[in-house]
């Protein structure tokens, strides 16, 4: 993957130090070689050497500043001084272009061509685009693996070396040419004449690759990237809407900050993992326009209805929404008209008057937020929210256990009830340990633990029936118990 590690941040700096080595080579060679011949056209292209190195120093400390990790004065990092560095390049070569546009304007106008002919002039321009050739190749080939602006101005710089070398040798060839065989005098002016070619060529790829970069400098959005981005987003399941996509370019890091409608009932567990999922779908949705971009994306979801949310999803929701845990929600249709009653949690030490103040302005959220609703009413519970200390005491009431089973069983079935067990709040004293509900002493508070076994297919709300049965008929045989928990299951495999 295309992300800027130490592995790529290795490369990008090898790369671009042989193109400063090697820009130091080919100026040395040159300065020589144009001293030795009095060759004007290699001491131009020494010269256009120069402004290569310099663009290469450029481009090295630009590749070695770019890749250091966001501090607390560069909280996005140091990427655009790559497209810093691709400009000032840009620049350099059309100053360049326009230098050798002037030398060959005088050419033309005063025919003044001083062409030194030679073996080591030709051999310093044959090797000079072998050196460039080989270092445009290289640094374009990482440019377009790590998305770096700052190699690819380099290797643009390369490259032009590479056409200006070749019309050096044809103004060359074509002297030799001229004086060997005697020819017309004005081909002597060949090599002018090709370097306004030339360097028309590259002004148009430098302005061009200045636009780009300064596209970047000034934050404009990639084009399409936003549109490709939003339409991989709005196939994410619970996206609702993408409401909006905005990215920019940092050198090779895009950044793009999106904001979307999701469920106002999803869980906040479900939100964070919405969040990943759209994350990983804008990264994809870019790569399709930016395949070496390392992508930094920020999703923030905006809460909303859904037209499949029913009258509990907006209970919950409103009741979570105020801090209260609701319950056991019941909603009814009554002429044309839903009522609904539920239970709800307040602290514990809370007393009646705040407890139904919380309660009433649920109440009158829920009535305002869905006009079909004409009446809501709660039950108050107060949950215990700390650990209870209790023990079991199943096996100091064998003939009520037994009963339980009985009235479980009557109800769910035969065999249905097992695994009881009884829990008392204090010690059990022996007159007390042949508890039945008739027994008129004192008895202790006892808790309820019930497993039943229904049918595997059985349909939950018939279950559901059928456990609260059993509850009720527990409570009518043994009107003290306290806490009834009736856990139903499938048979065992």
Same mark, same amino acid.
């Given at each position: ?354 407890? %139904? #103040?919380? &309660?009433?302005?649920?109440?009158? +959220?829920?009535? @305002?937020?869905?006009?079909? !609703?004409?009446? *809501?009413?709660? $039950? ?83 279950? %559901? #029936?059928? &456990?609260?049965?059993?509850?009720? +008929?527990?409570? @009518?045989?043994?009107?003290? !118990?306290?806490? *009834?928990?009736? $856990? ?6």
């Amino acid at each position: 993957m295309p992300h800027t590690t130490d592995a790529a941040h290795r490369e990008k700096m090898v790369v671009a130090l042989s193109s400063v080595g090697a820009a130091i080579g080919l100026t040395t060679l040159k300065i020589v070689v144009a001293i030795f011949t009095g060759s004007l056209g290699i001491f131009a292209e020494a010269a256009h050497s120069g402004l290569d190195l310099v663009a290469a120093l450029m481009t090295f400390l630009a590749v070695r500043v770019a890749d250091r990790p966001a501090d607390a004065t560069h909280n996005y990092g140091h990427s655009k001084i790559e497209n810093l560095s691709a400009f000032l390049e840009a620049a350099l070569l059309v100053i360049t272009a326009i230098w050798i546009i002037y030398e060959a304007v005088q050419r033309l106008l005063h025919h003044e061509a001083h062409l030194d002919i030679s073996f080591w002039a030709f051999l310093v321009m044959l090797i000079s685009i072998g050196v460039d050739y080989t270092r445009s190749r290289a640094l374009l080939r990482i440019a377009r693996k790590l998305g770096s602006q700052a190699l690819e101005a380099d290797a643009l710089h390369f490259s032009t070396d590479i056409w200006s070398s070749v019309v050096v040798v044809l103004g060359l060839l074509v002297v030799y040419l001229t004086e060997r065989f005697h020819l017309p005098s004005w081909l002597g002016q060949a090599d002018a004449v090709a370097a306004l070619g030339v360097s028309g060529i590259v002004i148009w790829v430098s302005i061009s690759l200045a636009r780009e970069t300064i596209d970047a400098l000034i934050d404009r959005a990639p084009e399409k990237l936003a549109e490709n981005i939003q339409e991989h987003v709005q196939q994410v399941e619970h996206v609702i809407e993408v409401r909006r996509v905005r990215t920019r370019r940092a050198g090779n890091k895009i950044f793009a900050d999106i904001i979307i409608a999701a469920p106002r009932t999803l869980s906040f567990e479900q939100t964070h993992t919405l969040t990943e999922r759209v994350e990983q779908a804008a990264i994809d949705g870019g790569r399709a326009i930016s395949p070496q971009g390392d992508f930094d994306v920020v999703v923030h979801v905006e809460p909303t209805t859904t037209s499949t949310e029913t009258v509990t999803d907006q209970i919950h929701y409103l009741a979570e929404l105020q801090g209260i845990h609701a319950h056991d929600i019941h909603v009814r249709e009554v002429n044309g008209k839903l009522e609904a009653d539920f239970d709800v949690e307040v602290q514990s030490d809370m007393d009646l008057d705040e407890a %139904h #103040a919380v &309660a009433t302005r649920l109440e009158q +959220a829920i009535l @305002q937020s869905n006009n079909l !609703l004409r009446r *809501v009413t709660t $039950h108050l519970e107060a949950p215990t929210n700390g650990v209870v200390h209790r023990q079991d005491v199943t096996q100091q009431y064998p003939e009520m256990a037994a009963n339980i089973c009985h009235i479980a069983n009557s109800i769910a079935g035969s065999n249905s009830a097992h695994e009881i067990h009884l829990y008392c709040s204090k010690p059990v004293t022996p007159d007390l340990k042949g508890y039945r509900s008739s027994n008129t002493k004192t008895a202790p508070e006892l808790d309820l633990v019930l497993h039943t076994t229904f049918a595997a297919h059985a349909p939950l709300s018939q279950v %559901h #029936a059928h &456990a609260e049965e059993i509850k009720r +008929a527990l409570r @009518q045989h043994y009107p003290d !118990l306290g806490s *009834v928990i009736i $856990h139903t299951e499938p048979p065992e495999a």
